[in-house]
């Protein structure tokens, strides 16, 4: 913590008062689960250029928060070239720009239109790969937006997400696309993200994927890349 003040990458979202409390409901209080949940976050930071990402996502709230608005999918990187050319992002929405009734922010994806696996898989690494750097520094930038809104409005604040299922088929399942981001961002933001997520609603599954859904996030929170906690907020 000394090092990180003296360097200025002591980031609130992530180091601060507010961010450890989340650690620590995360992990239900368990001390042994805190500690070895925080190493592994410690070792992270680590493993990518994670205050870049960082520095890169505080210029970003300081420039929407003068703007007046919300982040976007569009304040991310190569986004122009992910929803243009692969068609990622259609109508989803990072943060409404309206809040709950409690003034939790919430987020809008079209499930059919967030990913395009088929798309992005096929146009190679270069496009996989820029996929996964937006995805990360926007995720990346959950807990400091939470942060700075729990600070603002003296309270815990957690983000909302609906992630709407209208006219998803079975091309939303791409085994090499769902195996490799599985590694390069699920299994990293997870070491990264702690108690930022609210309810989750799902809309307009259709019949035949409920029982498919069910299953998968029982297999995923067997295999340990769903908290139960997470997964009895949807």
Not at 166 to 174: D, E, R, T, Y
Request: include cysteine; charged fraction near 30%; proline fraction near 2%.
């Amino acid at each position: 913590f000394a090092k990180r003040e003296s360097e200025g990458t002591l980031w609130p979202g992530y180091f601060g008062d507010y961010a450890l409390t989340r650690v620590v409901r995360g992990n239900g209080a368990d001390f042994e689960k805190m500690c070895a949940w925080f190493m592994s976050f410690v070792l992270a930071t680590d493993e990518l250029d994670f205050d870049a990402i960082c520095r890169r996502n505080t210029e970003r709230l300081d420039r929407v928060e003068k703007e007046g608005r919300r982040l976007q999918e569009r304040d991310f990187p190569h986004y122009e070239e992910l929803s243009s050319k692969f068609g990622c992002y259609a109508g989803c929405v990072f943060s409404c720009q309206k809040l709950s009734p409690l003034g939790d922010p919430i987020g809008y994806h079209c499930v059919r239109t967030l990913y395009r696996k088929q798309e992005v898989w096929e146009g190679g690494d270069n496009a996989y790969q820029k996929f996964v750097e937006h995805w990360l520094e926007a995720t990346l930038s959950n807990m400091m937006e939470m942060d700075r809104m729990t600070r603002q409005q003296g309270r815990m604040v957690k983000k909302a997400w609906i992630f709407d299922c209208h006219q998803l088929g079975w091309s939303a399942m791409h085994k090499d696309f769902d195996a490799k981001f599985g590694l390069d961002v699920n299994q990293y933001e997870k070491r990264c993200m702690a108690e930022v997520t609210g309810n989750l609603f799902v809309l307009n599954v259709p019949w035949f994927f409920v029982s498919t859904i069910n299953f998968l996030m029982r297999q995923a929170v067997r295999a340990g890349l769903l908290e139960q906690r997470t997964a009895d907020k949807i």
